[in-house]
């Protein structure tokens, strides 16, 4: 199979991740047989290191830079805003700023796992609202809200624990949602995949111009939010910030 480049230089690409995929092999990859920085390699017939990173789940802008050197580099010296769009259970509030300390998620490969809360800030504003004839609970409808989040922190499935904690799990979420709505609004509109996709990066190097990258949406996310009536809602918000 092959990605979508979004944009590239001498230095990085940028990539648009498709869902259900890991950045690289792990323990975890259960029977997996390809992986994004193994495809990215080979199409661009050069060796590359993940600079960002997103779970298998997610969807989105993530970058790939050329040499070992340059991951400490841009690590050291680029400023990268993230911005990502989630469709979530719920009518959100309008916006805000979640700042919650989590715990690193346990790492059964691991020998020492970490344990002290560590400082976790996101924010987000909700973009759209909706409700689906889905019925949860006592109700015969579920609300929905298309959020957009940008982070302050990068810790390991930040945003989908932080909306949980918000009590707006991301849908489509098997580790921090709830399994018998999901499975319901799979099959509603049609998809299999977590409802979370990284947007827009925006890439800002000393002396160049600030670079923003847009990362368009799949067809089952945009077929989602195309049956909501959020597209014109995503889109513009999307635009405003590029």
């Known amino acids: 199979m092959s990605v979508e480049i979004l944009y590239q230089n001498e230095r990085f690409a940028v990539v648009n991740k498709p869902p259900k995929m890991l950045v690289h092999k792990t323990e975890i990859a259960n029977g997996d047989t390809e992986f994004l920085l ?13 600079l960002t ?5 997610t969807s989105g802008a993530i970058i790939f830079v050329f040499s070992p050197e340059d991951v400490a580099f841009f690590n050291a010296n680029a400023s990268i805003e993230k911005f990502y769009f989630v469709v979530a259970r719920g009518f959100a509030p309008q916006e805000g700023t979640i700042d919650h300390a989590l715990r690193p998620p346990v790492d059964p490969y691991l020998r020492t796992q970490k344990t002290e809360p560590q400082a976790t800030v996101s924010h987000f504003k909700t973009i759209a609202f909706g409700e689906v004839p889905v019925p949860l609970g006592k109700y015969d409808k579920t609300r929905l809200s298309l959020i957009r989040l940008w982070l302050e922190t990068g810790r390991q499935h930040q945003i989908r624990r932080h909306l949980k904690w918000l009590a707006h799990p991301v849908i489509g979420d098997a580790t921090y949602g709830k399994g018998n709505l999901n499975r ?26 600030s670079l923003a990258v847009q990362a368009p949406l799949d067809d089952e996310f945009k077929n ?19």
């Open 38 to 50: 193994q495809t990215v390699r080979d199409q661009l017939g050069r060796k590359v290191w993940p």
């Open 53 to 57: 990173r997103l779970d298998r789940g």
């Open 184 to 209: 319901a609004l799979y099959e509603y509109f049609g998809i299999s995949r977590m409802l979370l996709h990284c947007a827009l990066l925006k890439i800002q190097l000393p002396g160049a111009a």
């Open 224 to 242: 989602v939010l195309d049956r909501m009536g959020w597209l014109e809602n995503y889109k513009a918000d999307i635009d405003a910030l590029s």
